[in-house]
């Protein structure tokens, strides 16, 4: 069984910046699609960024383009997120999502992805 385990969350000043890291152990991840998504207190699970399996193709949900990229490192089978330029609206527990069916990556269908992480939080704040 598959399991997702991000890292890299904490609490940064807006304007500053964060990697998270997407990774499951004994497995790599070079073989899923692999999706971010965030959750803010009160509101709902939104898709930030994603890339597929195949050399690279990331998608980005238009709140965080020019921000977020997405990218992977194959020779340890992990996934990341840099984000620059944080502001308070980007504080969430950001999770990763993985699958090995799709063809591409989502980031509007969280319904898509079969494997999920416990989330990290990212924290804006002066």
């Known amino acids: 069984q598959l399991q997702l385990v991000e890292s890299g969350g904490g609490l940064v000043q807006p304007g500053g910046s964060l990697t998270l890291s997407c990774a499951a152990s004994?497995?790599?991840?070079?073989?899923?699609?692999i999706g971010w998504f965030r959750q803010a207190p009160g509101k709902e699970r939104e898709g930030v960024a994603c890339?597929?399996?195949?050399?690279?193709?990331?998608s980005y949900a238009d709140i965080v383009k020019g921000r977020f990229t997405v990218f992977r490192d194959r020779t340890k089978g992990t996934v990341y997120v840099q984000m620059n330029n944080l502001q308070p609206e980007d504080t969430a527990v950001y999770y990763c999502?993985?699958?090995?069916?799709?063809?591409?990556?989502?980031?509007?269908?969280?319904?898509?992805?079969?494997?999920w992480g416990q989330g990290t939080l990212v924290n804006v704040s002066s």
């Open positions: 999502a993985g699958d090995l069916t799709l063809a591409g990556c989502t980031v509007s269908t969280a319904g898509a992805y079969a494997y």
């Open positions: 004994g497995f790599t991840l070079n073989y899923y699609a």
């Open positions: 890339i597929g399996s195949s050399l690279g193709d990331p």
